[in-house]
């Protein structure tokens, strides 16, 4: 008996809001396959139905797609088609699907993206930030004191920042993004991307902090936060100065963590101890 031909693990974009959002050749590669691994077959099923799709759901998230993969790869490897889609947007980016699609490409399937979709890229789009360099830095830790210390780490980091954020913390975050880059470093608040109340809202930290803890309205829906890169060379030295600093000390003494950070980086050393 021949062995079949492997099919095509299919990575498909969906809307981010709007429902218009979506390609017609997305919209066929969901009713052709043999299979649709959703994030949440319960929010995934009102968009299909909308698109007059029925090709059978199977839940694939964070907690199961390790158990999972492996079988939607025995499908794959029989020659059925499947497409993965997350809750919005292009699967992967702060979503799951990379397991299955790293062992897709193990087992030797052909794994074929159809692009779509994607807020970062959307809000990055619209923010008015440089956007030939850029890094995606997805969810901050939950944890104040884990996620002031992620953001003094990138305080040097020359490109456009982009970071997804819970709305019910992204004022608290905009508080810890002024502590670590500055009341001035340009920012962007991208919420509610493509629906009814979408907001663009760039503006200096500080302002753009206080505006938000201003405005509940502010503090719903889905948020991107976008930051400006240090534009400085002094100041991005500095910056990379003191989180080394941050770091040496808790294991050296203050003069020895200081001297090692300034030669490392090459931060003045009396400026490594802050105000």
Do not use: W
């Not at 702060?94 to 897709?104: E, I």
């Not at 670590?180 to 809202?201: H, I, N, P, Q, S």
């Amino acid at each position: 008996m021949d062995q079949a031909t492997p099919g095509t693990l299919h990575v498909v974009a969906t809307p981010i809001g709007n429902r218009d959002d979506i390609s017609a050749r997305a919209v066929q590669v969901l009713r052709s396959v043999a299979l649709i691994a959703a994030e949440d077959t319960r929010h995934s099923r009102p968009l299909l139905a909308h698109l007059g799709v029925d090709t059978p759901l199977k839940a694939l998230h964070e907690h199961n797609e390790d158990a999972i993969a492996q079988a939607l790869v025995e499908r794959l490897l029989q020659g059925e088609d499947v497409a993965l889609i997350s809750d919005a947007g292009t699967p992967l980016v702060s979503d799951p699907g990379y397991r299955l699609v790293r062992a897709a490409r193990a087992a030797g399937v052909r794994v074929s993206p159809v692009p779509g979709a994607c807020a970062a890229i959307a809000a990055l789009s619209a923010a008015g930030l440089p956007s030939d360099r850029f890094v995606f830095e997805g969810f901050l830790p939950a944890k104040r004191g884990a996620r002031r210390s992620r953001l003094e780490a990138l305080a040097a980091e020359t490109r456009t920042l982009i970071f997804y954020e819970s709305p019910h913390r992204v004022a608290e975050t905009l508080d810890d993004m002024r502590a670590a880059f500055g009341d001035e470093r340009e920012a962007v608040l991208a919420r509610e991307l493509t629906k009814l109340f979408e907001t663009v809202l760039g503006e200096p930290l500080a302002a753009l902090a206080a505006r938000v803890a201003a405005d509940s309205d502010q503090q719903r829906g889905e948020c991107v936060l976008l930051v400006a890169g240090c534009a400085d060379a002094a100041e991005a030295q500095l910056a990379e100065g003191r989180r080394l600093f941050a770091l040496l000390r808790e294991e050296l003494p203050p003069s020895k963590a200081a001297r090692l950070a300034s030669s490392i980086s090459g931060a003045p050393r009396k400026a490594l101890y802050g105000d």
